[in-house]
């Protein structure tokens, strides 16, 4: 298996080499897979010559930039060491390599409020150690209640179905794809998740997912354009999760119509006593930029990225999952 590492020492070997990487690109590989950088490391176990390049880095930054973005999102995106492999022949399901808040660091700041992992506020399945589900994997299974092959035709295909028209309508035909594809995306995300859709989703919800989009498209927290929408997150996510968790409650008290038609309900029906499954994470699997922080695990998996958190459509035009 061939195994490539950038280093630290590679990334920062000066300020102004560092800054000619980001002209570069360089930065705009980074995959799952990393580990934490050294934002809450003690200086002394950083190499002297690392924390003056840093120093020397840190003059270009920006200087509207926000404290604790460039503590908490820009020092550990080019203090971190990213290892990439060939892709596995079967899903790895181990304690070895484990799923244990397995997210670049410096996108923590779009998902939590301090920056770091918070599971006492709520976790995602794809963020969480195989040890830490319940047994036999529980918590995976109660998630995968909600997305079982026998939902798609009479839960989910209409909802789909509708969604494709719309992307291949004639109005569009010989014009860019992502543009409507986007305009459109968040109705079926939101409808096969909460059963809301149109007008029920509120222009924060929809600004907070194309926000996260955009951050993650230019991935170089230096650019204003990534700063900005960064920041435009971080405002809107406490909204969000007031939101999603108002309409869980709609779900529950049948206030939505046909709450059998998402994948929500499933999670709130099988959660049983919540102790492996409580609803402030049902909260967090309803996340829209959470299925874009696990790119490098969709990636791996090879799941087509038409249906969010790890859904896809076979060609025959069932919902599956892997295991």
């Known amino acids: 298996m061939e195994r490539k590492i950038v280093e630290r020492r590679t990334v920062l070997k000066g300020g102004a080499a560092a800054v000619g990487m980001l002209g570069s690109g360089a930065s705009a590989s980074m995959v799952a897979g990393v580990q934490q950088a050294s934002a809450d490391t003690p200086p002394s176990s950083v190499p002297d010559q690392i924390l003056a390049a840093f120093q ?45 808040n397995a997210l670049p660091y410096d996108l923590w700041g779009l998902i939590t409020r301090d920056w770091r992992p918070t599971p006492e506020d709520g976790v995602t ?27 798609y035709k009479p839960m989910y295909g209409p909802k789909v179905v509708a969604f494709f028209d719309k992307l291949m309508d004639k109005q569009f035909a010989n014009k860019p794809f992502m543009r409507h594809y986007l305009d459109y995306y968040f109705d079926l995300y939101w409808d096969l998740h909460l059963g809301v859709t149109g007008d029920a989703i ?13 951050v993650l498209a ?16 971080r405002e809107r996510l406490d909204f969000l999760k007031s939101w999603i968790d108002d309409r869980l409650a709609d779900i529950e008290s049948g206030k939505i119509k046909n709450p059998e038609r998402t994948m ?17 994470d049902v909260v967090f699997e309803c996340f829209p930029i959470l ?33």
């Open 218 to 233: 230019y991935r170089n927290p230096l650019l204003p354009i990534t700063y900005d929408n960064y920041m435009i997150v």
């Open 264 to 280: 929500a309900w499933y999670w709130l029906k099988n959660a049983g006593d919540g102790k492996h499954f409580a609803k402030k």
């Open 125 to 151: 399945v794809f963020l969480q150690g195989l040890e830490k589900r319940g047994p036999n994997n529980l918590r995976k299974r109660i998630y995968f209640s909600g997305v079982t092959p026998d939902l």
């Open 56 to 100: 020397r880095f840190r003059e270009t930054i920006p200087a509207n930039f926000d404290h604790e973005y460039v503590e908490k999102a820009v020092r550990p995106f080019f203090l971190t060491s990213f290892y990439e492999g060939e892709r596995p022949m079967l899903p790895v399901i181990d304690v070895t390599f484990s799923k244990e």
């Open 291 to 323: 299925w874009r922080s696990a790119n490098g695990a969709t990636r791996s998996s090879g799941l087509c990225r038409v249906c969010p958190k790890m859904v896809a459509i076979r060609p025959c035009g069932h919902l599956f999952r892997r295991p």
């Open 202 to 214: 509120p222009f924060e919800v929809r600004q907070i997912g194309e926000a996260f989009n955009t």
